[in-house]
C-alpha cells in the first residue's frame, strides 16, 4: 500500500509564492515519475509540472517561467515551488505519482491540496 501526503496550499496574494510538497510512503517501490496536477473550477485537471527518475522536470507552458519542480529521492517527496501567482492559478492541486512494484507500473494520486489566489 502506498499512501501520499500532501502539504501546502491556502489563500495566498497575486504576485505571491505557492510551496508544496507530496510524500510517498509504503514499501518494495521505485518511483517512476512524480507531478503536480491541478482543477480548476469547472475545467479539466491539467498537468502543471513533472519530474522523472533521471531528474528531468517539465513544466506546463501555463507556469512555465514561474513553476520549479524538484525532488528528495530519499525522502521520496516532491516539491513544487510557483511564483508570481495570478487568480487563474487557483485550483485543487493534486499530487501524482508513478512507481514501479514487482514488474507493474501503478499509478497514485494524492487527495488534494486548495490553492487560491486572491487578494
Known amino acids: 500500500q502506498v499512501q501520499l501526503v500532501e502539504s501546502g496550499g491556502g489563500l495566498v496574494q497575486p504576485g505571491g509564492s505557492l510551496n508544496l510538497s507530496c510524500a510517498a510512503s509504503?514499501?518494495?517501490?521505485?518511483?517512476?515519475?512524480m507531478g503536480w496536477y491541478r482543477q480548476a473550477p469547472g475545467k479539466q485537471r491539467e498537468l502543471v509540472a513533472t519530474?522523472?527518475?533521471?531528474?528531468?522536470?517539465n513544466c506546463a507552458d501555463s507556469v512555465k517561467g514561474r513553476c520549479t519542480i524538484s525532488r528528495d529521492v530519499a525522502k521520496n517527496t516532491v516539491y513544487l515551488q510557483m511564483n508570481s501567482l495570478k487568480p487563474e492559478d487557483t485550483g485543487v492541486y493534486y499530487c501524482n505519482v508513478i512507481l514501479r512494484m514487482r514488474a507493474n507500473r501503478y499509478t497514485y494520486w494524492g487527495p488534494g491540496t486548495q490553492v487560491t489566489v486572491s487578494s
Open positions: 509504503g514499501s518494495s517501490f521505485s518511483i517512476v515519475a
Open positions: 519530474i522523472i527518475s533521471d531528474g528531468s522536470t
